[in-house]
């Protein structure tokens, strides 16, 4: 009887040994398992990461190349709808060869008496002289005609401000004598009729109407003589 006790405590324990044995190769097996499992996982991760930063380049690249074509587009529905919207360098070149032009006008439209004028100013004090251009006003106010076909140049230069009257006038005439009585019917209504003040009456009184060669001049300001004297320097050695 006891031995069949102990045989039967003998197999007990060979089972034990053996259960306790298989528990811990599957607990082996399952660690390796979770091991493997996350490597595994980690490299799908990384997979994954990588697939996501691929995605979202295409996607930067997709969005560029539309706005690219949108760009394309627009610049091609500009021409189409809007064939006469000039390029900007067009314009500028079109700005700076106007510049050019207005320069070279400028430059060829100086009236060619004005040298005799800068003479005068430079020599003597004058208030700040302007030339009248105004075909009204030199017909109404000066009494002249700017269209006179015996008039091969004219200037007028007054000073409207000024608390003197001023006024240069010069003709460079066929018949001289015909643009002197001209400018003597100008000096006649600078006396009677534009002369208001005083002092701009007595001006008016001692105005100064003269001819050099083929000139004939007006000159009306507080110093008109040293103007004349000018003038006539000029036309005599010019």
């Known amino acids: ?13 060979t089972i034990l040994c053996f259960s306790s044995c298989s528990g811990n190769n599957s607990s082996g097996s399952t660690e390796m398992s979770i091991t493997a499992g996350e490597e595994v996982s980690e490299e799908t991760g990384d997979t994954g990461n990588a697939s996501d930063e691929e995605a979202e380049d295409s996607a930067i690249e997709s969005e560029f190349a539309e706005d690219v074509e949108m760009e394309e587009e627009t610049d091609l529905d500009l021409d189409l709808y809007f064939p006469d919207i000039p390029d900007k360098t067009d314009v500028q070149t079109s700005e700076e060869e ?5 320069i070279i ?3 060829t439209s100086e009236n060619p ?7 005068v100013l430079s020599e003597s004090e004058w208030p700040a002289m302007e030339e009248v251009t105004d075909p009204v006003i030199i017909s109404d106010f000066f009494t002249l005609d700017p269209e ?6 004219l200037i007028i230069m007054q000073c409207p401000m000024s608390a003197s009257m001023s006024e240069i006038i010069i003709i460079d005439a066929d018949d001289t004598e015909s643009a002197k009585a001209d400018l003597e ?27 050099n060669g083929s000139y004939a001049y007006f000159i009306i300001g ?3 003589a040293a103007a004349e004297e000018s003038i006539n320097d000029y036309f005599n050695n010019n």
Not at 113 to 119: E, T
């Open 1 to 13: 009887m006891k031995r069949k006790i102990m045989a039967l405590i003998a197999i007990s324990l």
């Open 185 to 211: 019917a100008r000096q006649t209504k600078a006396i009677e009729t534009d002369a208001w003040y005083p002092h701009d009456q007595e001006l008016a009184a001692a105005s100064i109407v003269g001819t």
């Open 148 to 153: 006179n076909a015996n008039y091969r140049e």
């Open 113 to 119: 008496l004005m040298p005799v004028v800068d003479k």
């Open 98 to 102: 106007l510049t050019e032009e207005e």
């Open 222 to 224: 507080d110093n008109a």
């Open 105 to 107: 006008d400028e430059d």
